[in-house]
C-alpha cells in the first residue's frame, strides 16, 4: 500500500497469460515417475524386459506365482496329518 492509502495494482498470473499450469502444487524433492522396483526388474532382466509396462507385468505374474505356491503348500499341509500312530500295544507276560 502506498501513502494515500489505495492499493497498489495486483496483477494475477493466469493461465490464459502462461503456457504452464499455476494450480499444481510445487515438488520440494526429485521424485521418480518410475517405481524402483520396476527400475531394478528392468536392470536384472537380462534385456528381457525393456519397458515400464513390462515390468509391471513380470511383476504382478511373480505376486501369482507366489499366491498360488502358497496356497498349495497350505493347502496340501492340511490333507497330511503330521502325527504318526502309534505302534500297537505289546502285552508282557510275566512267567
Same mark, same amino acid.
Do not use: H
Given at each position: 500500500? =502506498? ?26 524433492? =526429485? ?65
Amino acid at each position: 500500500m =502506498n501513502q494515500n492509502k489505495e492499493p497498489s495494482s495486483i496483477k494475477f498470473d493466469t493461465d490464459a497469460e502462461s503456457n504452464t499450469k499455476s494450480w499444481q502444487a510445487v515438488k520440494y524433492y =526429485n521424485e521418480t515417475t518410475t517405481p524402483k522396483i520396476i527400475k531394478w526388474i528392468i536392470k536384472y532382466s537380462g534385456g528381457l524386459v525393456k519397458e515400464e509396462n513390462q515390468a509391471n507385468y513380470v511383476l504382478l505374474g511373480f505376486v501369482v506365482l507366489a499366491i498360488v505356491v502358497s496356497l498349495f503348500l497350505f493347502l496340501r499341509e492340511r490333507g497330511e496329518s503330521k502325527i504318526s500312530p502309534l505302534p500297537p500295544p505289546t502285552s508282557f507276560t510275566e512267567e
